[in-house]
T-cell receptor, first 113, second 115 residues
Framework: KAGVTQTPRYLIKTRGQQVTLSCSPI?????VSWYQQTPGQGLQFLFE???????NKGNFPGRFSGRQFSNSRSEMNVSTLELGDSALYLC????????????FGEGSRLTVL | AQSVAQPEDQVNVAEGNPLTVKCTYS??????LFWYVQYPNRGLQFLLK??????LVKGSYGFEAEFNKSQTSFHLKKPSALVSDSALYFC?????????????FGRGTSLIVHP
């Protein structure tokens, strides 16, 4: 069974631009969540989607948004990029309810110049 | 608010020796506890979880963890470390907060196993 796939793996943007990251969950997994990983803040929860509905949202500004499609694939978007948005963005899917283990993709490493 | 503490940024151990990576948590309610491992430039991989039942949980690659409710701890252990165990380890907790189970991760502990 294919794992969680994230694209692109690496990208470089400049301040003020916007970026869209994509995540394809493991087949059959309906829950997708996103995380930001930085050396300073560690792993922080961004949002979670289940059956195309945002179920939870972390403490991030409105520049961070996401969505989930009917095939469970998910995208997250960051608008008006800031230097501090440079991070590894991880997507995870889960087959079970809200307390199941997470299956992570390899991440999208965003560098903002 | 829930929180997870991994008091050691780095743990060094010789190959063949037992290893322990510490995790303590603070929550209101019953915690669901997880350990994940991250290799360089990779995503996190699930190792084991505690939901309910036996306090000693066995997971992947010979790892185990013991849930201690009185000490609010969930330390990760392995009887005999391998060089290939060298990686970044994360403890995480999920607890019901108004119907949400948003995971909270510790800052991570870098495990270095010396040959």
């Amino acid at each position: 069974k294919a794992g969680v796939t994230q694209t692109p793996r690496y990208l470089i943007k400049t301040r003020g631009q916007q970026v869209t990251l994509s995540c394809s969950p493991i087949s059959g997994h309906r829950s997708v969540s996103w995380y930001q990983q930085t050396p300073g803040q560690g792993l922080q929860f961004l949002f979670e989607y289940f059956s195309e509905t945002q179920r939870n949202k972390g403490n991030f500004p409105g520049r961070f948004s996401g969505r989930q499609f009917s095939n469970s694939r998910s995208e997250m978007n960051v608008s008006t990029l800031e230097l501090g948005d440079s991070a590894l963005y991880l997507c995870a899917s889960s087959p079970r309810g809200p307390v199941g283990e997470l299956f992570f993709g390899e991440g999208s490493r965003l560098t903002v110049l | 608010a829930q929180s997870v503490a991994q008091p050691e940024d780095q743990v060094n151990v010789a190959e063949g020796n037992p290893l322990t990576v510490k995790c303590t948590y603070s929550v209101s309610g019953n915690p669901y506890l997880f350990w994940y491992v991250q290799y360089p430039n990779r995503g996190l991989q699930f190792l084991l979880k505690y939901i309910t039942g036996d306090n000693l949980v066995k997971g992947s690659y010979g790892f185990e963890a013991e849930f201690n409710k009185s000490q609010t701890s969930f330390h990760l252990k392995k009887p005999s470390a391998l060089v290939s165990d060298s990686a970044l380890y994360f403890c995480a907790v999920r607890v019901n907060s108004g119907g949400s189970y948003i995971p909270t991760f510790g800052r991570g502990t870098s495990l270095i196993v010396h040959p």
